[in-house]
């Protein structure tokens, strides 16, 4: 997907999901140009899908955030 706004910036995301043994692997990655005088951020996923029973699955998953100030990382 891509997204403009007002604020003269744009961002873009590309994710992919696949079936990986019982349940769905998925892959993402993010940037968001913010105004012209910063650089670009990424911020990229990682998440597993996987059937509890019938009615509940569970997706644990990991991301990392990068920008020119800080990075994050985080477990989810």
Excluded: K, R
């Excluded at 911020?43 to 998953?61: F, H, K, L, R, S």
Aim: charged fraction near 20%; glycine fraction near 10%; hydrophobic fraction near 35%.
């Amino acid at each position: 997907g891509i997204e403009f706004d007002d604020d003269d910036s744009s961002s873009y995301f590309v994710g992919v999901t696949t079936e990986a043994g019982v349940g769905s692997l998925s892959v993402g990655m993010s940037t968001q140009s913010l105004q012209a005088d910063h650089e670009d951020n990424y911020q990229y996923e990682v998440a597993y899908e996987y059937p509890v029973n019938d009615g509940m699955t569970i997706t644990p998953g990991v991301f990392i955030a990068e920008d020119a100030a800080d990075d994050e990382f985080g477990v989810v």
